[in-house]
Every structure is written in structure tokens, then in C-alpha cells.
């Protein structure tokens, strides 16, 4: 067989003639009988499947956005959880509070006796200031003489 061309093909009819070769397309279909079936070198094209970006972005889109309701769904179950403790706690600790406020008798304690000790060092014995108020007197009286206010 040759290579088929843009515009010729190479028909063999479905009885095995050859009658409408080197004929293009159009013109097969027009010439040769409606009874012959025309088989061409090439397959006939075939559609292929095609998935649109948009419809895969739209399925990864929901996966995450349903590991994202899991996530905020097991946060929600842990802060709750985290409450339900905490409030727990701040009862326990209220009921201990209130029963430590409950005033409870206790006993007079036990001290052991104070022991004075006498000490061993000496008393200090007073000593007067040596303040010289008798020299100041003097001074003052002297100080106020009229001999000084000359003028």
C-alpha cells in the first residue's frame, strides 16, 4: 500500500475492488456504489475522554474541603473537651475552697517555756557628756561686755 496523502486516500471496497482508487473523499463517496463499503488506509478518528482542569480542581477542591471539616470538627470536640476539664477543676476547686472556709476549732498550742539566761558581760556604767557648757557660759558673758562694741 502506499501512503495515503492530505487529499487522496486508498479505497478497498468491502468485495475486495479497487474501482474508486485514487479518488479523494469526497468524491468516493459520490462515484462508488452505495452497496460497497469504502475502507480507508487510516482508522477513523476516535473521541478521546478529556477531563477539564476545572472539574479536577472542583474534585481536589472537595477533598480538601472536606479534610478541612474534619480538622475544624476534631478542634471543636477538643475545645469542648478542654471546657468540660477546666470546668471540672473550677468546681473542685470551689468545693475546696468552701470547706476551707468552714472555720474548724483547733487546740491551744504547746510552746516550750521561755528561759531567761543571765548574761555574763558587765552593766555599762553612765559616764556624764563633757558638754563644756561652762566654757560657753564664759564666752557669752564675755561676748556681751561692752568693751567690744566700740566703734
Do not use: W, Y
Request: proline share 4%.
Amino acid at each position: 500500500m502506499r501512503s495515503a496523502t492530505r487529499h487522496e486516500t486508498r479505497s478497498i471496497f468491502s468485495d475486495g475492488s479497487r474501482s474508486c482508487r485514487s479518488l479523494s473523499r469526497g468524491e468516493a463517496s459520490r462515484t462508488c456504489s452505495k452497496d460497497q463499503k469504502v475502507q480507508t488506509a487510516h482508522k477513523p478518528t476516535q473521541p478521546r475522554e478529556f477531563v477539564l482542569a476545572s472539574e479536577v480542581r472542583a474534585v481536589l477542591r472537595s477533598q480538601f474541603d472536606e479534610e478541612m471539616r474534619e480538622k475544624e470538627r476534631r478542634e471543636r470536640v477538643r475545645r469542648e473537651e478542654d471546657e468540660r476539664l477546666r470546668a471540672r477543676r473550677e468546681a473542685e476547686d470551689l468545693r475546696m475552697n468552701r470547706r476551707n472556709l468552714i472555720f474548724h476549732a483547733s487546740g491551744v498550742r504547746q510552746f516550750s517555756p521561755v528561759r531567761i539566761k543571765k548574761s555574763l558581760t558587765k552593766l555599762t556604767s553612765p559616764v556624764s557628756p563633757k558638754l563644756r557648757t561652762s566654757q560657753r557660759g564664759k564666752k557669752q558673758r564675755h561676748s556681751n561686755s561692752p568693751q567690744q562694741f566700740r566703734g
